[in-house]
């Protein structure tokens, strides 16, 4: 027994020994390079690959310019879209241990953030930087909450968009020039392609269901009422959102059967590959069709949700600071970085995503792009609620899982909206 | 030991705590917002909620699918290569080896095998059922609403039924050969060496496979976690809630649910802790 003593001692100072020691590296992490005041940067993402680093890189490259007295590095964490590096950063941010500067979603998504008291206002920096006058006012008052804003976006996505493959399209004798006026027209659509035998709309997994969801609720609402979802002026009981709610499940009876077990790329691939005939999914999607050759207008058509034509649903990643960052100024610069006309290009260009700023020159972006950039300038600006522009996590998640419940065959239409709106409380 | 007492009871004294607190949002998890006592309210709401009684109805017949199928498959097995063969060593590494594959590992595969597309755009099992003309095998799998969670349980079947097989091996070894011979000796049948001989002496075995796979089941979230979604309805089970409780910041509830599992496995091992210690004790 006495052995037994001396060995758990041991084990014990030899696990203290090591717990101090990883307390030292945590330390140092921060203000690393570290002993002449900390210039290192930490910049925490889920860019980790694909465009998303690529574009990740290009920033870099402009920070390093803009401010040679910070070093950049790179906070990346891979895996899950996103969902590991904000279980880290959730643990992180608990443990009073910040980055300098992480992405998130813009929009209410930060909700949890603010209310934690873990962000910086900088509002201030808005106006330092000039951003006030170049970001359109409908994003700055979808940024603004009471009054204080907490991120600068880096670009801008839309959420809002139907891929489709012309070819197949032709094949159901359906013009793949003439954009469906509205749902009804496009579900009209839908059973011409369906009788040919082909999935006339491929979806993935349940938050890309979410993604389809919203499109719909902002076809049959209309901006305003929309919008009214989320700060509680429309009515989530109300018959035109059962309107929504029946389209919703129409369209989903057009779907493939594996959808539960696919993510977004291998959704929007089946519209590549011909074996479907659309898919509604953001403007990302438009980099699978671009890597693999395939050409606007003959390889691919895109237009966005019928019926919610003159709506821009969207979502941008932006950079915060965090409250207590080891390195408030590099931090600052960062931002600053992000906000700049260069970074924003420079990023976008890579990224495949269009910048906040209204002042950058289309030329300088694809065709895609273009048409995107005029969007944003004369569409409505309406938050996604699938990519957290529109609610904070907890009512995202219960509207995440009333939805997986309804589409799996586990409740009908009336308790769905029943679900939803008492997620809305 | 102090270690153990702060590291493992004194954290489960900790989520206790929390999960009979209101701590529902981020800004209560960092203090800026006060928390306040709320006693089984929590567990009162869960165990209330249509949701938690769906993953708990999920959860159950995982286990009971994933227990008789490892305990059926590694039982038959072990049976069948406990009489002296050739190749013995080789079935027993084929059957042992899935086990060294991580969850995450065999999940990845098996959710392409498990591809609930039928007809036309099968894949997986589908398609190898339509190519061996058993097309009416052909089935959903996990996205089946009320028995898809029992499709998640076959690559777990699949995973530790040799290890099952190994447990029962080492037990039909451990039988001595002269009570065999005094069983035949006495003019038993080979059945009833193993009716009344060999299977009694086996029900420690069987009790301790029962365990570690009941206990394993519990705790399964890594398989179920790369095959479907965390917000998948039809595969939820409590460990997923947990995990999406805590995502969205609402500490107390993913505390509450931790509980529950707990209090569960509890209520699985005790009884067992219990009975060995009173065999153990009343062999010395």
Known sequence: MRRIGVVATAAAIGLALTACSGGGDGGGDGGEGGGDGGTDVEVFTWWAAGSELTGLEALEAVFTEQHPDFTFVNGAV??????AAKDLLQTRLQAGDPPDTF????????????????????SDLYTEFGLTDVFPQDLIDLLTVDGSIYSVPSNIHRSNVVWANPTVLES???????????????IADLEAVQATGVTALSVATTWTQVNLLETVLMADLGAEAYI??????????GADVTTALEHFETLMSFTNTDRDGLDWPEATQMVIDGTAAYNVMGDWAVAAFEEQGVERGTGFVDFPVPGSDGQFGFLADSFTLPVGAPNPDGATAWLETVGSLEGQVAFNQAK?????????????FSEYQQSAIESYASDAIVPSLAHGAATPIAWLTAISDATSKFTTGGSDLA??????????? | MILMAVFVYGLIAANFATSATDNHTAAQATGVQPTVFVG???????????AFQHSLKNLLLYTVVFLVGTMVIGFTWAWLLERPMRGEGIFRSVYLFPMAVSFIASGVVWRWLLNSNEGEQALGLNRLFQMVGLDFLQNPWWNNITWGIAAIALPAIWQLSGYVMALFLAGFRGVPEELREAGRMDGASEWQVYRHVIFPQLSPVALSALIIIGHMSLKAFDLIMSISKPSNYQTKVPAVDMYVFKSSFDYANSAAVGAILLIIVALLVIPYLIHTNRKEASGR
């Open chain 1, 103 to 122: 992405q998130a979603h813009a929009g209410a998504e930060l909700t949890d953030y603010i209310a934690a008291g873990q962000l910086e206002d900088v």
């Open chain 1, 415 to 425: 308790t769905y909206q029943e679900e939803l709106a008492a997620a809305a409380g």
């Open chain 2, 40 to 50: 089984i309210g929590n567990y009162l709401d869960l165990l209330a909620s249509e």
């Open chain 1, 352 to 364: 495949g995503s269009i910048p906040a700023r209204t002042d950058a020159d289309p030329a300088d």
């Open chain 1, 228 to 237: 009214g979802l989320w700060n509680g002026e429309t009515d989530w009981a």
């Open chain 1, 172 to 186: 159901a004798g359906i013009d793949p020039a003439a954009v469906p006026a509205d749902i009804d027209a496009w």
């Open chain 1, 78 to 83: 891979a895996g899950g879209a996103g969902s």
